[in-house]
């Protein structure tokens, strides 16, 4: 049997309006979210969605292929409980105590209320298999853009990040 290569990404230029769109929120909080990220900026006032993508879920490899799956929109909170046929309040408290009852996936906390699940992640777990190998968060902790010990979040948020980089040597 032959080994098929696989191309992997490494930039995918978006603007700020798509990249709101795909992370379910306004422009105004997309512009946040970057600029506590690091992302890597691109001409023209374009994000590298690759390097969003990493940083965010903490991705190695993405595959080319996965790129259109994986720009579409993230889930609430509420879209995730609608699927479940459960509560929103059941699953944002499952989410914080990382309950292993629900073995929820993965999220990330983009603001003080705002909560995101990424559609492919969503799809493993209600079909209960296990993610494809490059969707398994390689390294660092999980993103939290909201500070919780009520310091300075954008404080919190670069120590996350230059903590994450020092990990995961990019």
């Not at 696989?6 to 992370?23: D, F, G, N, Q, V």
């Not at 990493?54 to 929109?73: A, D, G, N, T, V």
């Not at 059941?90 to 705002?114: F, S, V, Y």
Request: hydrophobic residues 40%; contains cysteine; positive net charge.
């Amino acid at each position: 049997m032959r080994k098929i290569a696989i191309k992997y990404a490494s930039y995918h230029p978006m603007t700020i309006s798509r990249i709101a769109e795909h992370l379910s929120v306004t422009r105004k909080t997309a512009t946040k979210v970057v600029g506590e990220l690091s992302c890597e900026m691109m001409p023209g006032g374009r994000v590298n969605f690759v390097d969003l993508l990493r940083r965010l879920w903490r991705l190695h490899q993405i595959p080319s292929s996965e790129l259109p799956q994986l720009q579409r929109p993230l889930l609430s909170v509420k879209q995730l409980a609608a699927m479940a046929g459960i509560e929103e309040h059941t699953i944002r408290r499952a989410g914080n105590e990382r309950d292993p009852k629900w073995r929820l996936p993965h999220h990330a906390d983009l603001g003080p209320r705002i909560r995101r699940y990424l559609p492919a992640h969503v799809d493993a777990w209600r079909l209960n298999e296990p993610f494809e190998w490059w969707l398994e968060p390689r390294f660092g902790k999980a993103v939290r853009l909201v500070d919780t010990t009520g310091g300075d979040t954008a404080k919190a948020s670069t120590m996350l990040y230059l903590r994450n980089k020092e990990q995961s040597g990019y």
